[in-house]
């Protein structure tokens, strides 16, 4: 017997209902949008006249986009609520570009029910969807995704030097199309098939270029997410959750003690650049070599000292807390920033808390921890020439 995945058929009802259902999504943010504005000019007036508040035009121009975003997030969810209370469910309607995604179960038995269509690209909600723009490789073992088009105006940067966000992949064999809805994905779809979700630093965030940039160490064997940015192209999607994180470096420390392996090293950079120039410290990065090493622009009086592995796995490297114990042990206005696999910064949050330094100023965040990798990500072999260090793939590529 004959085991041939079924092909799934688009059925013409269910892509009608998916589109009606698109566009209800996009008139009813629209329709929010406009309200969030509105609302606010209304309110701003009433400041102006009442209250005597001046703002100047693109402090005003601002407000009036956040409320306009927040009326269109309120109005995507509402929607969306809406949609569900009624019992609706979208049928699956293929990308544009990709065949129609095959949802056939191993047992031939067709595809799995209730697949729900992606709502429309621009709508806010709590994911992004961005454009990659450019691929670089600062380094040997680092990609650097600069992303943007569209999408850059729906993230909201909350300013902090770690701010990470959830990255979202799938198979690309599904067809797709973000924003994903997860909720409904996680009935529809099977478990090895349900986006995979990866958190990352955003390395910059530059509103004037309207870029975001974010850098991916690529370890071995690479995951979903080292997989799906070791072969990044211009014009692939880039996924994102709205931002968390608040570490903002201290402006006012006596000493800055910032150690990190390859995972914490834009993170790291992101705190250098907001550091003032007179700032003091020390800075430990742990990477494989000095290939892997990067130029930064470091406040005057900060060390940096690169720690090599040498061909150790990263996961049991003891680099950057032997390289802390052996610096004098520090006293008064200090701050610690230790970011990198589970153990290592375990060790130096407890070397931490036996110096003499207030708890609140020691930040100290796992990022990664050794496990077996759960599946094979086809988006591996779909990997374009291997970029060497200080070489970049941008839209203007062969
Ligand atoms: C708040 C936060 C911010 C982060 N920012 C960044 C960032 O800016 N840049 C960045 O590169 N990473 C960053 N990380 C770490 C990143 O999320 C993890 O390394 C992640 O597991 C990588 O996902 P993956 O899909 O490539 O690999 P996974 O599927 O998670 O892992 C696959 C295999 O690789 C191993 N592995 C995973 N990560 C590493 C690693 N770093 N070194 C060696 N082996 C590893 C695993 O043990 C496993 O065997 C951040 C993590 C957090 C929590």
Same mark, same amino acid.
């Given at each position: ?109 067709? &595809? %799995?029910?209730? !697949?729900? +269509? ?5 709508? $806010? =909600?709590? *994911?992004? /969807? ?90 071995? &064997? %690479?995951?979903? !997410?080292? +997989? ?5 192209? $211009? =014009?692939? *999607?880039? /996924? ?159």
């Amino acid at each position: 017997m004959s085991h041939h995945k079924k092909r799934r058929k688009p059925c013409p009802e269910a892509e009608s209902l998916a589109t009606e259902h698109a566009r209800v999504f996009e008139a009813a943010v629209e329709a929010g949008r406009r309200a969030g504005r509105k609302a606010a000019k209304r309110k701003l007036k009433r400041a102006a006249r009442y209250g005597g508040l001046q703002l100047s035009k693109p402090l005003r121009e601002s407000v009036l986009r956040d409320a306009e975003k927040a009326g269109g997030r309120a109005a995507y969810a509402a929607a969306t609520k809406a949609l569900r209370r009624a019992g609706s469910r979208m049928a699956l309607a293929p990308a544009p570009g990709h065949a129609a995604a095959d949802f056939g179960s191993p047992t031939g038995a067709g &595809p %799995a029910a209730g !697949a729900v +269509a992606a709502p429309p690209r621009r709508m $806010p =909600g709590s *994911q992004v /969807v961005m454009d990659v723009l450019r691929v670089e490789r600062p380094s040997r073992s680092m990609v650097r995704i600069v992303a943007g088009g569209e999408g850059f105006d729906d993230f909201e940067s909350n300013g902090a030097a770690d701010q990470y966000v959830k990255l979202y992949f799938t198979n690309p064999s599904l067809g797709l199309l973000p924003p994903y809805d997860l909720r409904s994905l996680r009935k529809s779809l099977r478990r090895e098939d349900f986006p995979a979700s990866r958190s990352y630093t955003i390395r910059r965030h530059d509103p004037v270029a309207r870029e975001l940039a974010i850098e991916f160490f690529i370890h071995e &064997p %690479a995951g979903p !997410a080292a +997989a799906w940015a070791a072969a990044a192209q $211009p =014009g692939d *999607q880039l /996924v994102l959750s709205r931002p968390k994180g608040k570490f903002r470096p201290d402006p006012k420390a006596e000493q800055h003690l910032y150690a990190a392996d390859d995972t914490g090293i834009p993170a790291i950079a992101a705190a250098l650049e907001r550091l003032p120039r007179t700032a003091s410290g020390r800075v430990f990065l742990e990477v494989e070599g000095p290939e892997d090493e990067q130029e930064f622009d470091l406040p005057l009086h900060m060390e940096l000292t690169w720690l090599h592995r040498n061909g150790e796995p990263a996961a049991s490297s003891n680099l950057l807390s032997d390289a802390l114990r052996d610096i004098p042990a520090p006293h008064g206005r200090v701050e610690v920033l230790a970011l990198g696999g589970r153990d290592a910064v375990r060790d130096i949050r407890k070397l931490a808390s036996h110096w003499d330094i207030e708890q609140r100023r020691i930040h100290v965040s796992s990022y990664w921890t050794a496990r077996r990798p759960g599946r094979t990500w086809p988006v591996q072999a779909a990997a374009g020439p291997r970029l060497e260090a200080g070489q970049r793939r941008d839209g203007t590529d062969d």
